[in-house]
């Protein structure tokens, strides 16, 4: 079984898995995520909300750079749809770590983009999409 069935198929049960565990994982970013606006957390709360982030968004970026290794065409890939949505979901953690940002708290709200990566794992919105 090749690392690209994994990936792209949900017919074997490794691929079921993976998909699952990306699911998972996406909706505990988004969970975190809502936490992390609510007010008066204490600095512990936010320490272990950063160190989930950090950790998310390593498997996201470990998600994306396989899905462009196994990609036929892999710039067609990047450019389609989902490899945007991946890009968008991780490139905010990046940017805002290289660069100071304070003042473009608006760039975190691009978080939100692991929600429409929750597109790629639902039959009718794929359906949806390829008649489109």
């Known amino acids: 079984m090749g690392l690209k069935r994994i990936i792209e198929q949900t017919d074997t049960r490794a691929g079921k898995t993976f998909d699952l ?6 909706l505990f970013s988004l969970v975190s995520f809502c936490v992390e606006t609510l007010p008066n957390l204490s600095q512990e709360t936010r320490f272990w909300l950063y160190v989930f982030e950090v ?17 036929e065409k892999r710039l067609r890939f990047i450019f389609s ?3 945007l949505v991946d890009l968008m979901a991780i490139l905010p953690f990046y940017i805002s770590h290289g660069v100071d940002l304070r003042s473009l708290r608006i760039l975190r709200l691009f978080r939100v983009f692991r929600a429409f990566k929750l597109f790629r794992y639902t039959k009718a919105i794929q359906r949806f999409m390829d008649a489109f």
């Open 21 to 26: 565990c990306i699911e998972v994982l996406i």
């Open 55 to 71: 950790a998310t968004v390593a498997v996201f970026t470990m998600e994306y750079a396989l899905r462009v290794l196994v990609a």
């Open 81 to 83: 749809f989902y490899g």
